[in-house]
């Protein structure tokens, strides 16, 4: 017996849904001081469960290794977390969070971020929830990502934008562009996260 999917939305049904609602730029924290520090853990404290994506500077050229991640992203419902793999303290916080059972790390692509983070904090990503999977057995045939997931779960078009994709992530100062795409890659999952579980 055959079954039947349900159909993917092409990107020009993506387009035409409502824009995501996402953070703003005064509800993101760069972790660059001693202050952004506490505010972050602060934040932490008080949730069980948070988004969660990294980004890599993209490599162009064959051969040439990956040195990510460059940026790794926490969300909650009002604030997201973006640490530069170069601000120690940050890392520290992280070193906590990453390998934690009690607090929930939900995202998009999880398997694939687990070797690089080990490589870079020395800990193992634990208690986190793969997404993608959870979206596909609403009914569709192969797994999807997090703009496709939007739009099916949240009914909303998250907008993604391949040059900042492809951006340096490991530039010293990020754009306001790079900020609010990390930001709401990981508030994004969050969303989905919590829509999932009150049809569940």
């Not at 609602?21 to 948070?50: C, F, H, N, W, Y």
Request: hydrophobic share 40%; charged share 20%.
């Amino acid at each position: 017996m055959n079954r039947e999917y349900l159909p993917r939305p092409d990107k020009e049904t993506i387009r035409s849904l409502p824009a995501f609602p996402g953070l703003s730029l005064d509800q993101v924290i760069i972790l660059q001081t001693p202050d952004d520090l506490k505010r972050a853990e602060s934040e932490l404290a008080m949730v069980t469960q948070v988004g969660f994506d990294t980004e890599t500077k993209p490599v162009f050229l064959a051969n040439q290794p990956k040195s990510g991640p460059h940026l790794i992203q926490l969300a909650t419902d009002s604030l997201a977390i973006l640490c530069p793999a170069t601000y120690e303290p940050g890392l520290d916080l992280l070193r906590g969070i990453i390998p934690s059972e009690s607090v929930m790390k939900v995202g998009f692509g999880l398997k694939s971020d687990r070797g690089p983070l080990q490589r870079l904090l020395g800990v193992t990503l634990r208690g986190s929830q793969e997404l993608s999977g959870l979206v596909q057995q609403l009914g569709y045939q192969q797994k999807v990502g997090l703009q496709t997931a939007v739009a099916v779960v949240l009914g909303q078009h998250l907008q993604k934008s391949k040059r900042v994709t492809t951006s340096n992530w490991a530039a010293p100062a990020l754009s306001k562009s790079q900020i609010l795409y990390a930001a709401n890659d990981a508030y994004a999952s969050l969303r989905i996260h919590q829509a999932l579980q009150k049809r569940s």
